[in-house]
Nanobody
Framework: QVQLVESGGGLVQAGGSLRLSCAAS????????MGWFRQAPGKEREFVAA????????AYADSVKGRFTISRDNAKNTVYLQMNSLKPEDTAVYYC????????????????WGQGTQVTASS
């Protein structure tokens, strides 16, 4: 069982930056693929970024490439999402998720989810 707790969301002006954190309870954190997803009002949950167990490989949605960076610190059981050049269309609840096995962009493949943190980028 893995418990995930996100933090770092908030209100920022368009063009600004935020860093989200996700703290995991699992002692085996380093064995999990970690992902970030987001869901805007009235829209389906969508993939944002994912990172492999060692942090050696990452994947990003096209909409955030070059602006967002996912990273992890296995010693701290924490995964991060650095978000720069935020746009109003980035406004959503951001969720951290964990899975075993291979990296995936499909939310259905992730077994454990956090409660989400709101990010609002105002124009």
């Amino acid at each position: 069982q893995v418990q995930l707790v996100e933090s770092g969301g908030g209100l920022v002006q368009a063009g600004g930056s935020l860093r989200l954190s996700c703290a995991a309870s699992a002692r085996t954190f380093s064995t999990y693929i970690m992902g970030w997803f987001r869901q805007a009002p009235g829209k389906e949950r969508e993939f944002v970024a994912a990172i492999t167990q060692s942090g050696g490989s990452t994947a990003y949605a096209d909409s955030v490439k070059g602006r967002f960076t996912i990273s992890r610190d296995n010693a701290k059981n924490t995964v991060y999402l650095q978000m720069n050049s935020l746009k109003p269309e980035d406004t959503a609840v951001y969720y951290c998720a964990a899975k075993v096995g291979l990296i995936s962009m499909r939310s259905s493949r992730y077994e454990y989810w956090g409660q989400g943190t709101q990010v609002t980028a105002s124009s």
